[in-house]
């Protein structure tokens, strides 16, 4: 791990370097190969499944696990934040989530109506991962950076994190559509199933492999001089929330924006 200072060029780019690494899982995963997948898994059934003592149609059983974990995540989030920033080792929480992520999107490989309960508990702790990740991610950037440098290293970021996805997606479409280029046998409909639960592990392997990187550069992390870990402090993520939405009250712009921008974002996510 490198000692570097707040705002040094080395330390900004290994932090964006992050998305290079975890972007792979909204496009494969999130967005392009896991849906295929999933769907394709139910070609010769109705598309409904037995599940939880329900008789589900397989969109709505997905649906329901992903908005289950974001439910999961947005409770969690304050709660260890607070925790992170006393102990000051906001890094370990960000590595456990994102191997949490990274292991279980190579879980996905087994993901089969047979161990259904098995294949949702990988995508669910794969969304968990990933979301948990990204609040500790989130959180360094005034750590690192001066609030100058801070909208260009975000959008720097951003970048990375599509270039690093798009090559992955481009090798993995490429794998699935002509999986004997690749020495992946089986007929057509079989070699390119196992094509996409190969695809899952690649983007486990990336994820882990391009996130050292970071890790070797980010601080562990300024811990609360003085304080013990009492309950105030770990319900501090929520007490934070409580002052944002006060002040957002008296910011009317602002209110309005944020209102519109959950609308429209909430739009997007459902399609």
């Not at 046998?185 to 983007?203: L, P």
């Amino acid at each position: 791990m490198k000692n570097l200072q707040k705002g040094d060029k080395k330390l900004l780019n290994a932090w964006a370097f992050y998305d290079w690494a975890n972007s792979v899982y909204t496009l494969t995963i999130a967005s392009a190969v896991f849906p295929i997948f999933y769907e394709a898994l139910f070609s010769d059934r109705d598309h409904y499944i037995d599940v939880f003592g329900m008789h589900l149609k397989n969109s709505a059983l997905i649906s329901f696990i992903t908005a289950f974990a974001f439910m999961v995540v947005s409770f969690i989030s304050p709660l260890l934040s607070g925790i992170a920033d006393y102990v000051g080792n906001k890094k370990s929480f960000m590595k456990f989530f994102c191997y949490v992520g990274a292991l279980s999107c190579m879980g996905l490989y087994w993901f089969d109506l047979e161990n259904i309960y098995v294949g949702l508990l990988f995508y669910f702790l794969g969304l968990l991962g990933y979301w948990g990740s990204l609040v500790f991610y989130n959180s360094y950037l005034p750590d690192i950076a001066f609030e100058e440098q801070q909208d260009r290293i975000s959008a720097k970021g951003y970048s990375l994190g599509y270039i690093g996805s798009v090559i992955l997606l481009i090798i993995n479409l490429a794998m699935i559509m002509k999986p004997k280029l690749f020495g992946i046998s089986g007929t057509d409909g079989e070699a390119a199933m196992k094509a996409m639960r190969y695809s899952f592990v690649m983007v486990g392997v990336w994820w882990i492999l391009f996130s050292q990187y970071t890790y070797y550069y980010l601080p562990k992390g300024s811990k609360e001089s003085g304080q013990k870990l009492t309950k105030s402090v770990v319900f501090n993520g929520f007490k934070e929330l409580k002052k944002v939405w006060a002040l957002l009250q008296e910011n009317i712009p602002l209110k309005r924006y944020l209102g519109g921008f959950f609308v429209s974002s909430m739009a997007v996510q459902t399609v």
